[in-house]
């Protein structure tokens, strides 16, 4: 029983980066159509960036938070702004290329700019470990958690109740009425990848302090990506619990079956559910048309 919940809990743990990942997928793909592939790579930039600030500012965890969501914003926008604002128009197969070679060409600005190395992320959080009954956790590994229930808290109250979260949802469900509306279809574009940017570099930043920074980063977004489709690509909260699912799985199947299941366990997950629900356990049927 132990073992069970140190998995359980394990994979909660990933899940929640899983998640929070997921969720930048999602509200991308709700808003503007667009599948970004390069989401992994702009949350391992995030990461980047806020590691060089904090190693060369020697600033707190808490700041370098706050810190970290300026320029993962920034990111967000000057990245909306030179690769997919150009392409509004263009068939969305078209955009999607795009974000695969912003992909690769970011993966190679970060091994120029801070090489192959892997190194550790020197922003550790106060606390040690926590012990909850039989499970015993790392104060990251329960930041991870609490974060991912933060976000998703903040994505529910902002999509239901926020003005802007309402344009979002209309330009989502119709652009051409958003438009006619009176809703800046192009600013609530670059929101959308503002906020992605935000979300996923926290999660980033988050892994790297668990772990390490490293070029490899980027690829938490590929194993993410299955979350999404479980949870429905265009539904951020259905995402997120996307995440907490796969991440689970992935942990039990390696703990009780063998090792190498972990990786291939959430892909092997979303075949099986979108046999049954294309659309994913938390999408809208009408997926199945697009």
Request: hydrophobic fraction near 60%; avoid cysteine; proline fraction near 3%.
């Amino acid at each position: 029983m132990d073992l069970f919940l140190n998995l359980v809990a394990s994979g909660l743990v990933i899940g929640s980066i899983y998640g929070i990942i997921a969720i930048a997928f999602a509200v991308i793909f709700k808003t503007t159509g667009v599948l970004n592939f390069a989401q992994g790579e702009v949350m391992m930039l995030v990461a980047y960036v806020s590691w060089s600030l904090g190693t060369e500012l020697s600033l707190s965890f808490p700041v370098l938070v706050i810190v970290s969501i300026g320029v993962a914003a920034l990111i967000g926008i000057i990245v909306e702004r030179l690769f997919i604002r150009p392409m509004i128009g263009q068939p969305i197969f078209a955009i999607v290329m795009v974000t695969i070679g912003l992909a690769v060409m970011l993966r190679s600005l970060i091994v120029i700019f801070w090489g192959a190395d892997a190194e550790p992320f020197n922003a550790a959080i106060e606390g040690g470990l926590v012990e909850i009954g039989p499970v015993v956790l790392f104060t990251e590994q329960l930041f991870a958690i609490i974060l991912f229930f933060a976000i998703m808290t903040a994505v529910f109250l902002f999509f239901r109740f926020t003005r802007i979260g309402i344009a979002m949802r209309a330009t989502a469900m119709d652009e051409t009425a958003a438009l006619l509306m009176g809703v800046d279809v192009r600013r609530i574009s670059a929101l959308a990848w503002a906020i992605a940017a935000v979300v996923s570099g926290l999660a980033g930043i988050t892994f790297a302090i668990m772990f390490s920074r490293a070029p490899d980063l980027w690829f938490q977004g590929l194993r993410a990506f299955p979350a999404t489709i479980l949870g429905g690509l265009d539904s951020p909260l259905g995402s997120g619990f996307g995440g907490l699912i796969i991440g689970v799985i992935g942990d039990l199947s390696e703990g009780y079956i063998g090792q190498g299941l972990k990786e291939i366990s959430g892909f092997i997950v979303i075949i099986i559910v979108l046999m049954v629900r294309p659309y994913g356990l938390f999408g809208e049927k009408e997926l199945e048309r697009v």
